[in-house]
């Protein structure tokens, strides 16, 4: 088990009080919460909790360890939400292929918008008044209007 596992075991340990209720919300067995603090002592030098039958109570030095623990799963979580905001953002070039009568009245005018949603993305705007093979050209979109034939 991974230590950052072991620092949120401790924290749901601490916030509800004993080893099964951590266990009922973390969705794993007491002996895995057990496992999991005990493992984390050893590997710190620490007493993170005081244990009796009745009783759970964070030590001095589990204090201390519980609030670095804190720090760290905020901050791993900042981290992931500027990851995960990174890969869901688009970015890169679209290459776009229009009759030149349409891109002027009907492209041009949507592109402050565009551009304002997604400043990541450069449009690469080809007037285009044949009917060219999309692939040779290049394009990712093309724009026709009329038939066109297969």
Known sequence: MDRLRKLEILTRVADAGSFARAARLLLITPS????????????????????TTRQLQVSTEGA??????????VTLSRIESVSTSQRDRAAGTL??????????????????????????????????????????????LHFRIGPVAD
């Open 64 to 73: 201390e360890v519980l609030r670095h623990a804190r720090e760290a799963l």
């Open 95 to 140: 290459k776009l292929g229009a009759p030149p009568g349409f891109a002027r009245h009907v492209l041009m005018p949507m592109l402050p918008e565009f551009n304002r949603r997604h400043p990541d993305i450069r449009i690469e705007m080809r007037n285009s008044g044949s009917v060219v093979d999309m692939h040779l050209s290049g394009a990712d």
């Open 32 to 51: 895995a919460v057990s496992h999991a603090i005990t493992t984390l002592e050893r590997e710190l030098g620490v007493v993170l909790f005081y244990r």
